[in-house]
């Protein structure tokens, strides 16, 4: 395979050039080097390079700010991934695009399928489903992986903020009422190879964590595995708090849990985001 990654510096990017199984060439870029928001800077480096796979882990991803950029969130979470799909058919590779848990409103108290109906509460949610379609329009063979409250050892995010927050305060009040699966990125890098081995259809596919919570249960879940491990002394009290009690610019779904059988039916398991976060906490 002959990759050329995008967003190599992200969470996800940096995880799968981890995991990058022996043989595989790759051409990892980050928006210093491939701004994949031009398409002329895309095509070119998609025909120089020539892929069999582009592997788009660029994208907008501050959820809060994209409410007041909307223009620059459409750009590269719409604009981008369909230049890389333009680009990906001009070659005949293969484009495997990642999305988001926000492109539902949360309304569901069941998991979410594939094809259920979409309905983003903000912008991020919004850009991202306009990419997903996009993707899908130029290339319908394009691999398009819906994946949800990703954390890892790289970049920002969630566990890395709560045990900052730790070390700064003895109480945290964290949001009880919306209900995600921490989904740990080197496990969505690691479906993503277990996919084009694979060889599946294309289309969309869901991928998370086996364990739904609450940011709450997941922050006391962050804390009880540090404390453990030794990463912190002593946990802090967290308080659970309403979504009403905690105002942040952009709506975000109460319940964005994903259902998984279509990526099970091809022997992928979902992430086991307790087990990945007892090996990542101490690298963070
Ligand atoms: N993080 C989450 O909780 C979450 C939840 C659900 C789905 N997802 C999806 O999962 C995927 C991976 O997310 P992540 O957390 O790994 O993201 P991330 O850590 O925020 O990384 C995104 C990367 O995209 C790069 N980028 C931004 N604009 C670019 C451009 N115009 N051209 C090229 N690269 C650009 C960034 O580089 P710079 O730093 O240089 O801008 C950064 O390296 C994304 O599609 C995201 O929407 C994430």
Known sequence: ???LLTGSKGQLGSCF????????????TDSDVLDITDLSAVRAAVANFQP????????YT???KAETEHE???????????NLAVAAKEVGARLVHVSTDYVFDGTASTPYIETDVTNPLGVYGLTKLDGETAVAAVQPEAIIIRTAWVFSEYGNNFVKTMLRLAKERDTLSIVADQRGCPTYAGDIAQAIIDLLQKNVSGGVYHFCGDKEVTWNEFAQSIFSIAVCKGRLSSSPEVKGISTDEYPTPAKRPAYSVLNCDKINAVNIDRSHWVNALDVIICKI
């Open 62 to 64: 501050a959820v809060d």
């Open 72 to 82: 620059l969130a459409a750009l590269i979470n719409k604009v981008g991934p369909e």
């Open 1 to 3: 395979m002959k990759v």
């Open 52 to 59: 069999n796979i582009i592997v788009n882990a660029a994208a």
């Open 17 to 28: 050039q981890d995991r990058l199984p022996a043989g595989w060439k790759i051409w990892a």
